[in-house]
């Protein structure tokens, strides 16, 4: 016995199931709301057999739908081991990782992102390795104290080279 595979869905393909799905969700729901006022017996009975159609409906593309993300989208995804971090010329920076697959995927970051998710990664990691006991100040390296703030010698505003009253003179 052979089995079919189904090809690997678009994302037009399935942005048009999700459509389906949410269409026929809403005819299940008029041809319920309709049953509830309907007048008769007869009627009642079929506005339900067709809420009841469209709810199978449903499930089975709701199912279809749920298949078609599965496959597409990775289960999980880990750091690649060598150089995982990318900076590009253009400003952006790469994030290079493998899903369960071992399929390759590439995160693209503008500077500004890389910045920001680099900076929620460090906070979580701190946050995670401080509730499971675990201390970072053994991990990270001695800060040395700043020398104390020192008024004197200063002046404000601050003295130019050789007394002149601005910027230095252009050089020939």
């Known amino acids: 016995m052979t089995t079919l595979q189904m090809p690997d869905p678009t994302a037009t393909a399935m942005i048009a199931l999700a459509n389906r799905v949410c269409a026929h969700f809403a005819a299940a729901e008029v ?5 509830e006022h309907s007048t008769s017996q007869a009627e009642h009975a079929t506005l339900t057999a067709r809420a009841e159609h469209w709810e199978a ?19 999980g995804a880990q750091v690649e081991r060598f150089l995982p971090v990318r ?9 290079r990782v493998h899903d369960t697959h071992a ?3 590439i995160v693209l970051l503008t500077g500004a992102q890389a910045l920001a998710v680099g900076a929620h990664l460090t906070a ?14 053994s991990g990270l390296p ?13 002046s ?9 009253d601005g910027p230095p003179a252009a050089q020939p």
């Open 124 to 137: 979580y990691g701190a946050v995670s390795l401080d509730r499971s006991g675990q201390k970072l100040d």
């Open 57 to 75: 409906l449903v499930n089975q593309q709701w199912n279809a739908l749920c298949a078609a993300i599965q496959a597409t989208a990775p289960d």
């Open 31 to 35: 041809a319920r709301a309709l049953a």
């Open 142 to 154: 001695h800060v040395k104290a700043a020398p104390p703030f020192s008024t004197e010698g200063t």
């Open 87 to 95: 900076p590009l010329t253009t400003g952006h920076v790469e994030l």
């Open 103 to 105: 399929r390759r995927l």
């Open 156 to 164: 404000w505003p601050p003295a130019t080279p050789d007394g002149a």
